[in-house]
C-alpha cells in the first residue's frame, strides 16, 4: 500500500477505474494537458488519450448536459467541475435532468454518471473559490452526494461513485487535498455509498461531520478527551442518500449531539441531522441538538478563518451540550 | 477605417491593424489626440505591466494570495477605455483593471483589494484583482463566475436608453467567456433591444489552458455576432489605435441609438492565467515567441519614438516612475489593518437580519471567551 494524498487518491481512482473500463472518460476545464488547476487529472490524457481525457469549451452547462448524453448512450463520464462555485451554470442539467431522467422515463433512460468538483474554504478563495453547496443538491432527489475526507475514502467512494447507476455529484474537499495523507491499496476497491465512518469511538457526545471538517473536529475531540469529555466522531462520507439509521444510532449512544459543516447554517445539511435526531431519537436527548455551521453570510476573503468552524468553535458546542 | 459588419463574414473576420508592429501608421489614419494624451496611452500601459510586476513579487513572497498577469495585453484595455466617457459604465473581467487605471483609480485603492484590508473597497470579501469602483468610473464590482456579467451590461445600457440617457455599456470578456451561457443571452437581448452596449471580446489566445482554437470552430469570435443580428469585426488588439478607433466608433453608434457591437481583439497573453498558473506545461515556447515580437508597449515606443515624444531614456524613467507609484501603494496598502470582524456580517442585506446579527454576537463573544480565530486553524493552504 502507497501512502497518498487526497488528492493522489483521487487521481489513482481515476486511472483504476479508466484502466478498468474503457467507458469510463474524464472531461471538463483545463482537465487535459494541464491536468486540472488542481492536478487531479494529472497525467491522464497522456495515459488514456485525448478521447478518453479531454478538455472542453467554457461551458458548465455544455459538460453536464454532453455528460448526461454520453451516459444515457453507454459511457461513464466523469465530469469536473473546476470549482463548485461555478456548478451554477450547470444546474438546471444536474437538477432537471440527471436527477430526474429515471423518474420521468419510467426507468427507461438513466444517467449513470460522476461530477467531480472542489469545494470549501481554507485556501484564501473568497466569495466564489470557497462555497460549500451540498445543501442545494442534496434538496434534490435523484441525485447522490458524496464527500470523501481521507485518501482511502476518496478513491473507494469515486471508485464506488464511478460503479453507481445513478448521477452522482462527487464533493471533494480541496483543503484536503494536499494536507491529510494516508494509506491507499493499489488495486481497485469501493467503500460502500450511504455507509458512515466512525473516526472516533467515543461515549460523552456525538459529533457528525465530514469533508473537511472531519480534520477540525478530531482536533476539537482531542482537546475535548484532555478535558475529560469522550467524542464519539461521525463522518458522514454520504450526504445523500444518508445512512439515517447509522445517523439515530450514533445519536443515541451518546444523548448528546453536534454537527459540524463549513456551509451556512440557514437550511443547511446540519439542519437536516437535526430534524432526524430530533424525529427518531428525541427521547434520548440529554441536551439540545446543536449545529457549529459557516455564518449565513457569502464567504469572505481576509476573514475565512474567522468564518470557517474551528476547533475553538467545535469544542466550545461540545462542552455546552455536555454541561447541560 | 473600422468598418463592423452585420452580414460580411469577410469583413467581420478580416483583422484591423492601425499601427503595425514596426510602430508604422496604416495609410490614410492620423492621429487626432493629443500628445498629452498619447503620453497617458503610454504611462496607462506602463503603469499595468508594473501593478503585474510588483503584484508577481508579492505574491512571490506571500504577502497577497494571488493576482492576475497583463503581459502583451495592456493595449486592449487602454484602447478600448480610451473611447469611453467617465459616466460610461464598465462591465469589466479580471484582467481589464488598466481600463480602471487609465481612468484615474488610484493604484492605491486598487492595492488595497490585492491586500484585502479595511481601506478595500469591497472590504476585504473578494479575492484579490476582484475590483469594484464607483469613482471616478463606474467599475462594476468584478465576479469570479465568468460571463455573469455580459446579460448585467445589456440590462445598465437598457436602463440608460429607457430614461433617454446618451450613456454606454462596455461589456469585456476573454475567448473563454464566449461559451458561457451569459454571452448567448447578452447577445441575443443586445440584439433584439438593440441596447447601447458594446462587447469587447479579448481573444488572448487562451483560456487557462485551453488554445482559442478548442475553444470554439468559428472562425474567431467576432463572427458570432452575425448570428444574434449583431455588427461586428476584429481588430489587432496589440495595436492601441486599432482598439480604439473600433470602441470609438462602436460607442458613437451606440450612443446615437444605433444599438450593440461585439469587437473582437486579437492579441496574446504572454504570462500564466494567474500568479497560480505556470503556462509552460501548455503554450509552446515559440508561440509566446513569436508574440512577443508583436508587444504592444514596444509598438507604441516605435511610434512615439517617431513623433519625438520618446527616447530609451525616456521610457526608462517613466517605467521607473511607475514601479515607484505602485510599490509606495503596495506598503500603505501593506501597513493597513486588515477588515474588522463586523464586515463578515454586513452588507449582506440593507439591514442586518435578527439571525445574522444573533450569529455575529455570537461568534464576537466567542473570540472574547477563547480567544479570536487564528489564520491556519481550521483554514489550510493548498
Ligand atoms: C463559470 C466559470 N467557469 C469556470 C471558471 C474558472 N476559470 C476562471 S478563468 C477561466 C478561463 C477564462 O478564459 P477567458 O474567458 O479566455 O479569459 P482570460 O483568462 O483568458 O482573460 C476559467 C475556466 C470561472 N471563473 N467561471
Not at chain 1, 472542453?56 to 454520453?70: F, N
Not at chain 1, 466512525?198 to 484532555?226: H, I, N, R, S, W
Not at chain 2, 481600463?99 to 478595500?120: C, E, I, Q, R, T
Not at chain 2, 505556470?278 to 509552446?284: A, E, I, K, L
Request: net charge negative; hydrophobic share 40%; charged share 20%.
Amino acid at each position: 500500500m502507497a501512502i497518498q494524498t487526497l488528492l493522489g487518491a483521487v487521481n489513482d481512482a481515476l486511472r483504476t477505474a479508466m484502466r478498468r473500463d474503457e467507458s469510463v472518460l474524464m472531461f471538463g476545464e483545463d482537465v487535459g494537458l494541464k491536468g486540472g488547476v488542481f492536478l487531479a487529472t494529472g497525467g491522464l490524457q497522456k495515459e488514456f488519450g485525448k478521447e478518453r481525457c479531454f478538455d472542453t469549451p467554457l461551458s458548465e452547462d455544455g459538460i453536464i448536459g454532453a455528460a448526461i448524453g454520453m451516459a444515457m448512450n453507454g459511457m461513464r463520464p466523469v465530469a469536473e467541475i473546476q470549482f463548485q462555485d461555478f456548478i451554477f451554470p450547470a444546474f438546471d442539467q444536474i437538477v432537471s435532468e440527471a436527477a430526474k431522467l429515471r423518474y420521468r422515463s419510467g426507468g427507461q433512460y438513466t444517467a449513470p454518471m460522476v461530477i467531480r468538483t472542489p469545494y470549501g474554504g481554507g485556501i484564501r478563495g473568497g466569495l466564489y473559490h470557497s462555497q460549500s453547496g451540498e445543501a442545494y443538491f442534496c434538496h434534490t432527489p435523484g441525485l447522490k452526494v458524496v464527500i470523501p475526507s481521507t485518501p482511502y475514502d476518496a478513491k473507494g467512494l469515486l471508485l464506488a461513485s464511478i460503479a453507481d447507476p445513478d448521477p452522482v455529484l462527487f464533493m471533494e474537499p480541496k483543503a484536503l487535498y494536499r494536507s491529510v495523507k494516508g494509506e491507499v491499496p493499489e488495486d481497485y476497491y469501493t467503500v460502500d455509498l450511504s455507509t458512515t465512518r466512525t473516526v472516533l469511538e467515543g461515549d460523552d457526545v456525538t459529533v457528525f461531520c465530514y469533508g473537511a471538517m472531519v480534520p477540525v473536529v478530531e482536533k476539537a475531540a482531542a482537546m475535548a478527551a484532555e478535558k475529560g469529555i469522550s467524542v464519539l466522531v461521525i463522518d458522514l462520507r454520504t450526504l445523500l442518500p444518508l445512512d439515517e439509521d447509522g445517523v439515530v444510532e450514533a445519536a443515541k449512544r451518546t444523548g448528546r449531539v453536534v454537527t459540524v459543516t463549513e456551509a451556512p447554517r440557514f437550511c443547511g445539511y446540519a439542519g437536516e441531522i437535526s430534524a432526524i435526531v430530533a424525529e427518531r431519537a428525541m427521547e434520548y436527548m440529554e441536551a439540545p441538538v446543536l449545529r457549529v455551521t459557516g455564518f449565513d453570510t457569502p464567504f469572505p476573503n481576509t476573514l475565512e478563518h474567522h468564518y470557517l468552524p474551528d476547533a475553538r468553535r467545535v469544542i466550545d458546542a461540545i462542552e455546552k451540550v455536555y454541561s447541560f | 477605417m473600422m468598418n463592423p459588419s452585420l452580414d460580411d463574414p469577410a469583413q467581420i473576420v478580416a483583422m484591423k491593424t492601425i499601427l503595425d508592429p514596426s510602430g508604422q501608421l496604416a495609410e490614410g489614419y492620423s492621429v487626432v489626440v493629443s500628445d498629452d494624451e498619447l503620453l497617458h496611452y503610454y504611462r496607462s500601459m506602463k503603469l499595468v505591466r508594473a501593478f503585474d510586476d510588483i503584484c508577481l513579487k508579492l505574491q512571490r513572497s506571500g504577502r497577497i494570495g494571488f493576482s492576475i498577469p497583463n503581459l502583451g495585453i495592456e493595449a486592449c484595455q487602454i484602447g478600448a477605455a480610451s473611447a469611453l466617457r467617465k459616466d460610461d459604465w464598465f462591465f469589466p473581467s479580471y484582467r481589464d483593471f488598466g481600463m480602471a487605471l487609465y481612468h484615474g483609480v488610484k493604484p492605491v485603492d486598487m492595492m488595497h483589494n490585492m491586500f484585502g484590508n479595511s481601506l478595500d473597497s469591497a472590504k476585504g470579501r473578494q479575492m484579490p484583482v476582484h475590483f469594484s469602483f464607483t469613482e471616478p468610473i463606474k467599475f462594476a464590482s468584478i465576479s469570479s463566475p465568468l460571463g455573469t456579467h455580459l446579460p448585467q451590461a445589456v440590462g445598465a445600457a437598457h436602463a440608460a436608453k429607457l430614461r433617454g440617457e446618451d450613456t454606454v455599456a462596455l461589456a469585456s470578456f476573454g475567448d473563454g467567456g464566449t461559451s458561457t451561457l451569459g454571452f448567448h443571452s447578452a447577445l441575443t437581448f443586445a440584439g433584439v433591444w438593440k441596447s447601447p452596449v458594446v462587447f469587447l471580446c479579448q481573444n488572448n489566445g487562451y483560456a487557462i489552458s485551453l488554445p482559442a482554437h478548442e475553444q470554439t470552430a468559428s472562425d474567431g469570435y467576432a463572427i458570432k455576432g452575425m448570428g444574434y443580428g449583431v455588427r461586428a469585426l476584429t481588430v489587432d488588439g496589440n495595436d492601441v489605435f486599432a482598439v480604439r478607433e473600433a470602441t470609438l466608433e462602436a460607442v458613437e453608434f451606440a450612443r446615437a441609438g444605433g444599438g450593440p457591437t461585439l469587437i473582437e481583439a486579437v492579441t496574446f497573453r504572454m504570462g500564466g492565467h494567474s500568479t497560480s498558473d505556470d503556462p509552460s506545461t501548455y503554450v509552446p515556447k515559440e508561440v509566446v515567441e513569436e508574440w512577443a515580437k508583436k508587444d504592444p508597449i514596444d509598438r507604441f515606443e516605435k511610434f512615439l519614438g517617431a513623433r519625438g515624444l520618446w527616447d530609451a531614456e525616456k521610457g526608462e524613467q517613466i517605467g521607473k516612475d511607475c514601479l515607484a507609484e505602485i510599490d509606495a501603494a503596495a506598503k500603505v496598502a501593506a501597513a493597513t489593518a486588515p477588515p474588522t470582524l463586523e464586515t463578515i456580517f454586513s452588507d449582506v442585506y440593507a439591514e442586518i437580519p435578527a439571525h445574522i446579527r444573533k450569529q455575529g454576537e455570537a461568534s464576537f463573544e466567542l473570540s472574547n471567551r477563547l480567544g479570536e480565530a487564528a489564520a491556519g486553524d481550521g483554514a489550510f493552504p493548498l
